[in-house]
């Protein structure tokens, strides 16, 4: 069922522009952790957008998942710097020890896993990230460290 | 805050804040910046709020979390002013030392200061450190020293100067004028003549008009827009007001990439500080000027960075870049003439006109003027941010400030200019660092992103990375860019995995010159450059690959044998359990063993091991 009043706080701290499509979409984002479809086709009622363009811009850009994210977010950043010093590899482990591929979520939903073109702190490199936390010159032998203090 | 409203008004309120503050007050300023968060400035400046509370100091020393210190790789970086003594790599462990001997004892910390890893020697100053001698910080000057999240900061320092002057004192001619003159070009990519942007946007009628800068920073191993985002919010501000002022626009839009979450914050929280205090929104300080900033996020599209792309973002669609002409000067935003600059080249607006146009064109070469910040990173001892002149050689940069090549390894190339650049061989050292310069050796300047790589990186590898990135970003409306990079990106696969053939290299030139012909915008008309340079200058490292199936850099996994060293090996089993796929065993408490059929070379064995006991050939 849809949760029609934590929706309408969102809407209406806009003017309903089509312009406002996008901080819409990003704010349903940021707080349900995807797009969920029912919600979707109310903003484009509300904006006067067709549907299929609402899908077009969800699809388009990487920041939004039209299923459901994990409680943690993990981003592992394959900037130049970072792909220099060995963040595939790091990659690579972070998904084996979670078995998911990146762009998937754990069947737990604890984990999602995503790959960021550059996080800007590439004199740490390689970074990752997971939710707000930023983990500097990651090496292969931290993961499960790190990764056991977001596990339950 | 109180609402300013009037220019007498700013006056007696700079007045008053600057009679509050001492000079020689004692200050400890914690780095905040892109490297030093990381390595977790936060905790540092919170053990030294703790520590000062405890030893009485609260009120006596300011502590202020700043903006980027330059110098990433020797982070957590702290500045004592007014000593000027520069710490690093403080951890919060350190604290209480240097509360003691430093903030109370009034001595140095010797353990903490600036060590040459060659020569030994210690430097306790900021201005005796190697890395900043040969700087010309005009961008960057204020991110030590001010706390972004204070607008009274900014005001100490003669911020929002240069806007009264401009509002009260200056035409939008005359302002356009001395940024014409000064000879700014776009710190973003193309280095289109700042001045002569906002001139024809000036001339095209109409009475909506716009000005945006661009945040969105998408070049892989550049940083220098996030650190100004971050640490200077409010130069940023001043510029698009001042050239809001100039074209005629009364709105400005500032799109800032989502991965740069406290960017977003410094900048929504100094429009707010802004408009509150009354030097955004209607009738500017009485001046009869409105001019107010939206923030705008961007949502994860590198190709976004390109303005046509950005401008339809904004609009609420998909980052489609749109053929030029029409310019965004003449029909942009919403379909209004708008000016759109990089986060750099409005952060250098305010000095320009402040200290004046002929002051600006003095410094730098012949047709780059001023200074130009680049995010030194990669095979470099001191990474981090740089600001020097325009014409700066790349051999100065890398090995002067930069303090050469880690471990005594050798220069192999610098790419410049994120993935639209090139790589840069040893024989261009001597470089002077410029627009020309740089596109005479087939790179370009881009935002400013310098990643540094020895003799561990392997070209061919470095060309398939760049390939592999613009393929996922490019956004797929024309043909050459979406259909040459999977077919470039195809190729560069089999020749890393030893599947390369000798004709692939004509065919990739071929490839190479459609796409920089034929494509719709910048992206794909430069994505060609990775492979044309390490094609034109590291041609042998291709034959390598394709002729004797071998990666002399040690880098294409695929053409790699793992073995392991009995006489290295300490059984620890590391290796064992990192294994995906158990390819290593042997019997317990002796040297292991890998199955060459079973391996996939992925290399983590070699990663995990203390021992240096894997061997790649």
């Keep these: 069922m849809m949760d029609v009043e934590r929706l309408e706080t969102i809407l209406t701290q806009y003017e309903g522009y089509p312009q406002d499509l996008i901080p819409i979409l990003q704010d349903i984002q940021d707080q349900y952790h995807y797009l969920p479809k029912d919600e979707l086709k109310v903003v484009a009622q509300r904006l006067n957008v067709p549907l299929t363009k609402v899908y077009s811009v969800a699809t388009f850009y990487k920041m939004f998942s039209l299923v459901p994210k994990g409680r943690h977010e993990l981003r592992v950043c394959l900037g130049t710097t970072c792909h220099l010093k060995g963040g595939q590899r790091l990659l690579e482990s972070v998904s084996s020890h979670l078995g998911i591929e990146p762009g998937y979520t754990t069947a737990d939903m604890q984990f999602s896993l995503e790959t960021v073109g550059c996080l800007g702190s590439c004199a740490q490199a390689p970074v990752m990230m997971v939710d707000d936390k930023y983990y500097a010159r990651m090496t292969i032998d931290k993961v499960t460290k790190v990764l056991k203090l977001y596990k339950e | ?141 204020k991110l030590d020293e001010i706390d972004p999240e204070s607008l009274d900061d900014y005001l100490v320092v003669g911020g929002y100067r240069t806007m009264r ?49 661009n945040g969105d920073e998408g070049d892989p191993g550049a940083f220098m827009d996030r650190a100004v985002m971050e640490g200077d919010p409010h130069a940023i501000i001043e510029g698009m007001i001042v050239g809001g002022y100039a074209i005629g626009a009364h709105q400005g839009y500032i799109y800032v990439r989502h991965e740069y979450p406290l960017a977003v914050k410094r900048l929504t929280q100094a429009v707010a500080q802004a408009r509150e205090f009354g030097l955004l929104g209607n009738n500017i300080l009485r001046s009869g000027f409105d001019f107010d900033i939206k923030i705008s996020q961007g949502s994860g599209a590198f190709v976004c960075g390109e303005e046509t792309a950005l401008i339809a973002s904004i609009e609420g669609n998909i980052g489609e870049p749109m053929p030029r002409p029409p310019y965004p000067a003449q029909k942009g935003l919403f379909g209004m003439p708008t000016v759109i600059n990089n986060v750099e080249t409005w952060a250098n607006v305010p000095e320009i006109i402040n200290m004046g146009a002929e002051w600006f064109a003095a410094l730098g070469t ?58 840069i061989p040893k024989q261009f050292l001597d470089l002077p660092v410029d627009y020309d310069s740089l596109q005479e050796v087939g790179s370009i300047m881009g935002s400013g992103g310098m990643i540094v790589m020895d003799t561990t990186s392997c070209m061919v590898d470095v060309a398939r990375y760049f390939i592999s990135f613009l393929f996922e970003e490019s956004c797929g409306k024309c043909t050459p860019c979406r259909e040459g990079l999977r077919q470039l990106l195809n190729i560069l696969n089999d020749i890393t995995s030893g599947e390369g053939k000798e004709e692939h290299i004509s065919l990739m030139e071929e490839i190479c010159t459609t796409m920089a012909s034929a494509s719709l915008c910048g992206l794909g008309q430069s994505a060609a450059n990775p492979v044309l340079t390490t094609l034109k200058y590291f041609r042998a490292e291709y034959e390598a690959h394709i002729r004797d199936k071998k990666c002399p850099a040690l880098v294409c996994r695929p053409l790699l044998t793992y073995t392991i060293d009995p006489e290295a090996c300490t059984a620890c089993l590391a290796c064992v359990r990192e294994c995906p796929v158990g390819a290593i065993s042997g019997p317990k408490k002796e040297a292991q063993r890998i199955d060459q059929d079973i391996c996939i070379k992925c290399g983590r064995c070699h990663d995990v091991c203390q021992f240096e006991a894997i061997k790649v050939e």
């Design chain 2, 165 to 213: 002057k401009v509002l009260f004192k200056m035409s939008p001619e005359e302002v356009i004028d001395a940024v014409e003159r000064s000879g700014l070009r776009g710190r973003g990519g193309a280095g289109f003549l700042t001045g002569r942007k906002w001139r024809l946007c000036r001339q095209v009628p109409g009475e909506m008009k716009f000005v945006i800068c």
């Design chain 2, 366 to 423: 012949e047709k780059s003027k001023g200074t130009k910040v680049f995010s030194l990173v990669g095979a470099v001892n001191h990474t981090g941010l740089v600001e020097v002149p325009m014409g700066t050689t790349l051999r100065q940069i890398i090995f002067e400030l930069g303090g050469g090549i880690p471990g005594g390894r050798e220069f192999k190339a610098v790419q410049t200019g994120g993935p639209s650049g090139g790589c």
């Design chain 2, 1 to 141: 805050m109180p609402k300013i409203e009037s220019v007498d008004h700013l006056t007696e309120y700079r007045r008053q804040i600057r009679a509050q503050r001492d000079p020689k007050q004692q200050q400890v300023l914690v780095c905040s910046g892109p490297g030093c968060l990381p390595l977790g400035s936060t905790e540092v400046a919170q053990a030294f709020q703790e520590e000062m509370q405890a030893k009485g100091l609260q009120g006596k020393v300011i502590l202020k979390s700043t903006g980027c210190h330059g110098l990433c790789a020797h982070g957590v970086r702290v500045l004592l002013r007014p000593q000027e003594i520069a710490y690093e790599k403080v951890t919060p462990e350190d604290v209480p030392e240097v509360v003691e001997t430093s903030l109370i004892g009034g001595k140095v910390v010797e353990r903490l200061v600036y060590q040459d890893p060659v020569s030994g020697q210690t430097a306790v100053h900021k201005s005796e450190v190697p890395f900043y001698q040969g700087q010309k910080p005009l961008v960057l000057r």
